[in-house]
């Protein structure tokens, strides 16, 4: 309702503006040569009103209003799965992100999948949440917060702590999109980002790329840098950040002592037979990739 109540309001505007300042142009008839005469502008007269537009601006205002719609109807999130701010990142499954959770370690590490990808080509986005030993949660590589998302980052938070760390172990697109807004949904959090972060077409400081103002680190280059937690919790090591006309890849790895658990971005990736849940409402892209022809 609000976006058609926006739209009446713009259409209204619109047909009450006084165009008696469009300007009239007449042009002399061709003289016995053939030769088109010079063409005049015989304006209307002013009639003096401020509120008067030509009728370039009128459609401009019509074109700025339709849009400021659509545009306002594209970021709403009527479903908890919806993505108001996927054109950020416009790729599939564009505004609709189904997350799941998958509990690994009973009460020490969880999942959290989502998809990423272009048309067909589609694959599994991955945060992970770990426990820490003494209180609190650590976050490693955030998806697209989405109201389904939150809630299940919540019903962790409520039982285990508050999240303490958010770690962008990548200069990977698909994650740092979505880092800033997640990390804003923490406040008490601190977001630790691997080095070698760019942005295109031109680079920007963090905080103009969502990442809060005051509790954005650097991530640590060795363990006498790190909070104490994560010493006594982790192992972790950084690649890079090696950067080239192209962009840049940088990562870094954690390795979680209690449960034995490797976490990475892309430095390691596993391929086998078994087709993730996160596929299961919307198998398209592989049926489409499994055909014969």
Not at 20 to 43: D, K, M
Not at 70 to 96: A, C, H, M, N
Request: glycine share 8%.
């Amino acid at each position: 309702m609000e976006i058609l109540r926006l739209l009446s309001s713009s259409l209204l505007l619109l047909l009450g503006l006084n165009l008696n300042s469009v300007g009239a142009f007449v042009p002399h008839p061709t003289n016995h040569r053939g030769q088109l005469g010079a063409v005049e502008a015989t304006p209307v007269e002013e009639d003096g009103d401020p509120n008067s537009v030509s009728r370039r601006q009128a459609a401009e205002l019509t074109f700025a209003a339709v849009g400021l719609g659509i545009s306002f109807l594209g970021t709403r999130e009527v479903d908890p799965q919806d993505y108001g701010l996927w054109g950020i990142l416009p790729v599939g499954t564009y505004k609709k992100k189904k997350t799941i959770r998958e509990t690994i370690v009973p009460g020490k590490l969880w999942t959290f999948d989502q998809k990423f990808g272009i048309l067909d080509v589609q694959v599994p986005l991955r945060m992970t949440i770990v426990k820490l030993s003494d209180g609190g949660l650590f976050v490693y590589d955030p998806i697209a917060a989405t109201a389904e998302c939150l809630e299940l980052v919540n019903e962790i938070v409520k039982e285990h702590g508050p999240i303490r760390h958010i770690v962008l172990g990548s200069v990977a697109l698909e994650h740092k999109a979505y880092s800033g807004v997640f990390a804003q949904k923490f406040p008490e959090a601190t977001i630790w980002l691997q080095k070698g972060q760019y942005s295109f077409p031109s680079n920007l400081p963090d905080s103009f790329l969502g990442f809060p103002v005051g509790r954005t680190k650097s991530m640590p280059s060795s363990p006498e840098e790190a909070p104490p937690e994560w010493n006594k919790d982790f192992d972790f090591l950084s690649l890079g950040p090696f950067i080239s006309r192209d962009g840049a890849f940088g990562e870094t790895v954690f390795f979680h002592r209690d449960t034995k658990t490797l976490l990475v971005t892309d430095t390691t990736v596993e391929v086998n037979e078994e087709v993730p849940p996160i596929y299961d409402s919307d198998p398209a892209p592989l049926i489409y990739h499994a055909r014969d022809t």
